[in-house]
């Protein structure tokens, strides 16, 4: 059997994708009484004192690959949707049409980098506005950063969508396999963004 492109679960990547844009920081809400409503989760740290990261200096997508190596195992590139541009890294390994005989050969891995801003939101604060999809982990924290996680697992698609957000510098990180468990989770997504932030 074949199956279009368009069955790639992409789903968690552009769900994400949309909670970020929504949860981005902005000015508070005012109200007619002049007094400021909910805003977005306040900045971490002491005023946005950690160091501002610039983008990595990779040139290619094999340099992405060198890392995430295990979860892209048997998953070509999908060259006409990945590049490396000044401002942004976008790399895709995704089953082909041509090579899918049954659902479970449908695979995705995606790694997106792009600029930030010089303040990330603060988890304690994001988890009191009911935004808990922030989190903390020591690693993180040495950089100034914070990150996001969605557990996509369901019953048809094994996977997961995060984010690791350090000033400057956004990364997210989706997995998704058709039919079979995820192999990305929090403490390795984590462990891979930083390890691309150091390329």
Known sequence: MTAPRSLIPVIPLLALAGFLAGCAPAAPAVSD?????????????????????ELPGISSCDQVAAVVGDYID??????????????AISCAWVT??????????????TVDISEGMD???????AAG?????YFDDP?????GGVGLWMDADSAAVGGGTGS???????IVISDSR??????????????????LLDL
């Open 74 to 87: 048997g998953i070509p590139l999908d060259e006409e949707n990945s590049y490396v541009q000044p401002d």
């Open 164 to 170: 690791v957000l350090v000033p400057g510098v956004d």
């Open 119 to 125: 303040e990330v939101p603060d988890a304690d604060e």
């Open 139 to 143: 690693r993180l924290e040495e950089v």
């Open 178 to 195: 058709w039919g079979q468990d995820g192999r990305l989770t929090k403490d390795s997504l984590v462990s891979v963004a930083l390890a």
């Open 33 to 53: 009484e002049g007094s400021a409503g909910p805003s977005a989760p306040a900045a971490a740290g002491d005023g946005g004192t950690a160091a501002v990261r």
């Open 96 to 109: 082909p049409a041509d090579a899918v005989s049954e659902l479970s050969d449908i695979q995705s891995f």
């Open 129 to 133: 506005l009911g935004m808990d999809m």
